[in-house]
């Protein structure tokens, strides 16, 4: 019953997250709130767009 | 790997009497025959109960767990499935009552997290699943995958990235910033001749103007203008007229912004107007959009076969799905076209909604500008202000419902009356400098003074809705990207998941069809959202399944698929159900499907159901050396689904019967016949030769006369053994009453004859270890055969 290793769900977007963190072309700040709400498991679109506002209130 | 050590059911769908099926301490692979309705199927509900707390095909039809319950129990009666696993901590036993509460016990510790994991594996393949996966759309296809193989994850991440990017793109603050910025950037290149973006920019412009002043510094900051001004309004002869002529063509530059903006606004309601209109007027049409997600849903159920055949889903009315089904598509088609339109419409209405937005922000300097000018335009300023407001919200609330925008006595007539109000008082603002009579020397300095202080405010609007515009479009820009970057990474993912299903799928597929002309079976990603299976057909590769395939063959693809996934997906149960997979099946496949169960899952636990006889007696012929099990289930009206019993798991059912006061005169005939068959084998009775099922149908008078004449010729000891005569006579033996009226057989006879039923089985039976002594169990040297043990002989001729 020997089974190919496979990724599962979670563990493609935590390695995606990591990935992006050397992406130039992303702002940190916005990687970050996406991968500090992913990985409490409370990404959802409320969450982010209240913490992106956050972080708009904090640049302007 | 977690298998099944046994099930036991009572009173749950088809089984109305306690049903044990035990699997022994091996938990072999069983394979179960039962004809149509004879309740093998309700075998697959009680573990897909147990472990998934519902049965999908019942509640998709939202038959719940009132249908669980037999319909012969009592209200004091419960419904129970127990299962019980090769770990003895797994056990757990669940108990619907008749107020449909359910109980669970178990060890609650170790069985959650199984149970949690068991949810996501692949346990059960049934004959009306079988095809769905294969016959479902690209984009179905696709979320299913991504379900089975728990990419569900990664659908909700895309998912979420993909609404807050638009929800950022969409947001009223980031459209009114964007505006606002666009509109001073326009005024700054008005003020300034250039096109001014940054503060070094404002200075050195600042710096040309008061240059021919001599101030003796240059403007480098926020402070320094603040200096100019200082030292500019220091020069006046007439301080008071000077600051008065400032003060009046401040207020008149803001009430201006407020004019340009309202006209700027009434031009955007002009357009919106006239494109809503044309909603307005079309308004059927567009209203039908609601009923988009509705048809398409219809549509669906339609294609995915989820309806009763030959009626409509809705109402029930007999009619052509086909027809119908084509006319949801005609009309969805056209509702496309209908929705492109509106997508126009709503584009102004965005637009309008903005220039409002910028026209409220254009109203708040007004405020402290003409607070000494004219203070009683203060309470008409909030007026408009509010009414600015109230018809933001109304536009919405009218468009997503397309409903008319009221024009008066609204908005418009009260920008219209705020508008002359304004021209008003700036024509007043102009009248009362020009009398102010200021020498031209004092006439330049306010200019001046004006417009550094203009350009100064202008600059600083245009730089914070710079700001929070740019940080809106930071993020969109980020989202972007990693929505795109995760779109790519997903599908490769995705890919990678299906390459390795795909890999089982084609080796299945090919084992269950192999030199046909049809191979290298695989899953691939089709477009931006869909999953199909590709396929070789006669060396051309091509799909979709339906494309070229038999019913037998996209039923062998669904097999393939779903086996391929159990390997792959299964981590801690290592046992799966097929119910009556195999219907479309020739001979030659299901052999071919035999073959493949027992090469590729001969470590898996199979519980195998089937209604067709002949496959039952392969798989019995060549699955049983490979240590399966074999069963039957079969139903009747009084006892409903029963396992083809031992005598003495009938003797139980007679016991809970009796102490129930339900009738048992046929399971006394029943238990007669068996006892009597499991006596002509052990002691291998001679009889004449029949075929099959007819040598299965013997009754208990031909059976019992061909063993009294075998123990008449055999052993001495028991000839005419008075037992055989008093059954001979029983009314259970010789009369069909007790098959057509139980209810005529008394108390007292069924009582006789389980006492001699008993009387029989004793003569032959070891107390010791419960086994009928055998003629193939011959004691050597003697002419006696024994039991198992040996402890019980009879003497026999041998």
């Given at each position: 019953m020997s089974t190919p290793a496979i990724k599962?769900?979670?563990?493609?977007?935590?390695?995606?997250?990591?990935?992006?963190?050397?992406?130039?072309?992303?702002?940190?700040?916005?990687?970050?709130?996406?991968?500090?709400?992913?990985?409490?498991?409370?990404?959802?679109?409320?969450?982010?767009?209240?913490?992106?506002?956050?972080?708009r209130k904090d640049a302007c | 790997?977690?298998?099944?050590?046994?099930?036991?059911?009572?009173?749950?769908?088809?089984?109305?009497?306690?049903?044990?099926?035990?699997?022994?301490?091996?938990?072999?692979?069983?394979?179960?025959?039962?004809?149509?309705?004879?309740?093998?199927?309700?075998?697959?509900?009680?573990?897909?109960?147990?472990?998934?707390?519902?049965?999908?095909?019942?509640?998709?039809?939202?038959?719940?767990?009132s249908a669980l319950r037999n319909v012969g129990l009592q209200d004091s009666d419960d419904a129970i499935v127990g299962i019980a696993f090769n770990d003895k901590d797994l056990a757990i036993s669940k108990t619907l009552k008749a107020d449909l509460s359910v109980k669970t016990a178990s060890k609650l510790t170790v069985t959650k997290p199984y149970i949690e994991q068991a949810r996501s594996e692949r346990l059960i393949l049934r004959a009306a699943d079988m095809t769905a996966f294969v016959n479902k759309t690209k984009t179905d296809k696709r979320q299913e995958v991504a379900s089975i193989v728990g990419y569900d994850d990664v659908l909700a991440f895309r998912n979420t990235i993909q609404?807050?990017?638009?929800?950022?793109?969409?947001?009223?603050?980031?459209?009114?910033?964007?505006?606002?910025?666009?509109?001073?950037?326009?005024?700054?290149?008005?003020?300034?001749?250039?096109?001014?973006?940054?503060?070094?920019?404002?200075?050195?412009?600042?710096?040309?103007l008061v240059t021919s002043y001599g101030l003796g510094f240059s403007i480098t900051d926020r402070?320094?203008?603040?200096?100019?001004?200082?030292?500019?309004?220091?020069?006046?002869?007439?301080?008071?007229?000077?600051?008065r002529k400032l003060l009046l063509d401040h207020a008149r530059g803001a009430a201006e912004d407020v004019v340009a903006a309202t006209i700027k606004a009434k031009a955007a309601q002009q357009a919106f107007s006239s494109a809503y209109q044309g909603t307005l007027e079309n308004k059927e049409q567009v209203q039908k959009l609601t009923l988009e997600d509705f048809l398409t849903k219809g549509k669906f159920i339609l294609d995915e076969h989820k309806c009763e055949p030959g009626r409509c889903p809705?109402?029930?009315?007999?009619?052509?799905?086909?027809?119908?089904?084509?006319?949801?598509?005609?009309?969805?088609?056209?509702?496309?076209?209908?929705?492109?339109?509106?997508?126009?419409?709503?584009?102004?209405?965005?637009?309008?909604?903005?220039?409002?937005?910028?026209?409220?922000?254009?109203?708040?300097?007004?405020?402290?500008?003409?607070?000494?000018?004219?203070?009683?335009?203060?309470?008409?300023?909030?007026?408009?202000?509010?009414?600015?407001n109230e018809h933001i919200h109304t536009v919405r609330a009218k468009f997503e419902r397309f409903e008319s925008v009221p024009s008066a006595p609204g908005f418009t007539v009260v920008a219209d009356e705020f508008q002359a109000r304004l021209k008003g008082y700036v024509l007043k603002a102009r009248d009362e400098a020009a009398a102010l009579e200021?020498?031209?020397?004092?006439?330049?300095?306010?200019?001046?003074?004006?417009?550094?202080?203009?350009?100064?405010?202008?600059?600083?609007?245009?730089?914070?809705?710079?700001?929070?515009?740019?940080?809106?479009?930071?993020?969109?820009?980020?989202?972007?990207?990693?929505?795109?970057?995760?779109?790519?990474?997903?599908?490769?993912?995705?890919?990678?998941?299906?390459?390795?299903?795909?890999?089982?799928?084609?080796?299945?597929?090919?084992?269950?069809?192999?030199?046909?002309?049809?191979?290298?079976?695989?899953?691939?990603?089709?477009?931006e959202e869909g999953i199909e299976f590709e396929y070789s057909f006669h060396g051309e590769r091509t799909y979709p399944p339906m494309k070229y395939l038999s019913e037998s063959h996209l039923n062998s693809l669904g097999i393939a698929l779903f086996l391929a996934s159990v390997k792959l997906f299964n981590k801690r149960s290592g046992f799966f159900l097929l119910d009556d997979v195999i219907t479309s099946f020739d001979m030659g496949h299901r052999r071919r499907l035999i073959r493949l169960l027992a090469d590729e899952f001969g470590d898996w636990q199979v519980?195998?159901?089937?209604?067709?006889?002949?496959?039952?007696?392969?798989?019995?012929?060549?699955?049983?050396?490979?240590?399966?099990?074999?069963?039957?289930?079969?139903?009747?009206?009084?006892?409903?689904?029963?396992?083809?019993?031992?005598?003495?798991?009938?003797?139980?059912?007679?016991?809970?019967?009796?102490?129930?006061?339900?009738?048992?005169?046929?399971?006394?005939?029943?238990?007669?016949?068996?006892?009597?068959?499991?006596?002509?084998?052990?002691?291998?009775?001679?009889?004449?030769?029949?075929?099959?099922?007819?040598?299965?149908?013997?009754?208990?008078?031909?059976?019992?006369?061909?063993?009294?004449s075998t123990l008449n010729s055999k052993c001495a000891a028991l000839r005419d053994n008075p037992v055989l005569c008093r059954l001979e006579s029983s009314v259970f033996v010789t009369n069909v009453g007790s098959h057509d009226r139980p209810d005529m057989i008394a108390d007292a006879d069924i009582d006789v004859a389980l006492g001699d039923v008993e009387e029989l089985q004793r003569l032959f039976g070891c107390p010791n270890c419960s086994v009928i002594v055998s003629a193939r169990q011959i004691v050597p040297g003697e002419n006696k055969i024994a039991c198992r043990c040996g402890k019980t002989t009879l003497p026999w001729k041998c």
């Open positions: 599962s769900g979670l563990e493609v977007v935590r390695e995606f997250l990591e990935s992006l963190q050397t992406n130039a072309a992303i702002a940190p700040d916005v990687v970050a709130s996406v991968q500090g709400l992913q990985q409490q498991g409370k990404l959802t679109k409320a969450r982010l767009l209240q913490a992106l506002a956050e972080q | 790997m977690v298998r099944l050590r046994s099930l036991d059911i009572a009173g749950f769908r088809g089984f109305r009497f306690p049903m044990r099926m035990d699997l022994n301490a091996q938990c072999r692979s069983l394979a179960v025959f039962g004809e149509n309705a004879s309740g093998k199927s309700s075998i697959t509900d009680a573990v897909e109960w147990t472990i998934f707390d519902r049965v999908a095909h019942l509640w998709r039809e939202d038959c719940k767990e609404s807050t990017l638009n929800a950022l793109r969409r947001d009223d603050a980031y459209a009114t910033a964007k505006s606002i910025a666009d509109t001073r950037l326009g005024r700054l290149l008005v003020l300034s001749g250039i096109s001014l973006t940054t503060s070094e920019e404002l200075y050195q412009v600042l710096n040309e402070g320094g203008c603040d200096t100019a001004i200082t030292q500019l309004t220091a020069r006046f002869h007439h301080q008071e007229r000077a600051q809705l109402c029930g009315t007999p009619l052509d799905q086909n027809v119908l089904s084509h006319e949801l598509h005609a009309r969805l088609e056209e509702y496309e076209a209908v929705r492109k339109e509106f997508e126009a419409v709503r584009s102004f209405e965005v637009s309008y909604i903005n220039t409002l937005n910028a026209l409220a922000t254009a109203c708040a300097p007004l405020e402290r500008s003409w607070a000494e000018v004219a203070p009683e335009l203060n309470s008409d300023l909030k007026v408009f202000t509010a009414t600015i200021l020498s031209e020397a004092e006439e330049q300095i306010v200019d001046l003074i004006t417009r550094i202080t203009d350009l100064r405010s202008t600059f600083e609007e245009f730089h914070s809705n710079s700001l929070v515009k740019q940080a809106y479009e930071a993020q969109i820009t980020s989202l972007q990207a990693i929505f795109t970057d995760f779109v790519a990474v997903q599908n490769a993912a995705l890919q990678n998941v299906l390459d390795v299903v795909s890999c089982n799928v084609g080796k299945y597929y090919g084992i269950l069809h192999p030199e046909e002309s049809v191979d290298n079976v695989r899953l691939r990603i089709v477009g519980i195998l159901l089937t209604h067709e006889s002949f496959w039952f007696d392969l798989i019995k012929r060549e699955l049983g050396p490979c240590g399966w099990l074999a069963a039957e289930v079969y139903s009747d009206p009084e006892n409903g689904s029963q396992l083809k019993a031992s005598p003495m798991d009938l003797w139980e059912l007679i016991k809970t019967k009796r102490k129930s006061h339900l009738p048992v005169a046929n399971d006394v005939r029943t238990l007669i016949e068996r006892v009597l068959k499991q006596l002509c084998e052990r002691l291998e009775v001679k009889m004449a030769f029949r075929y099959n099922e007819l040598n299965e149908q013997r009754m208990s008078q031909e059976l019992l006369c061909a063993l009294r």
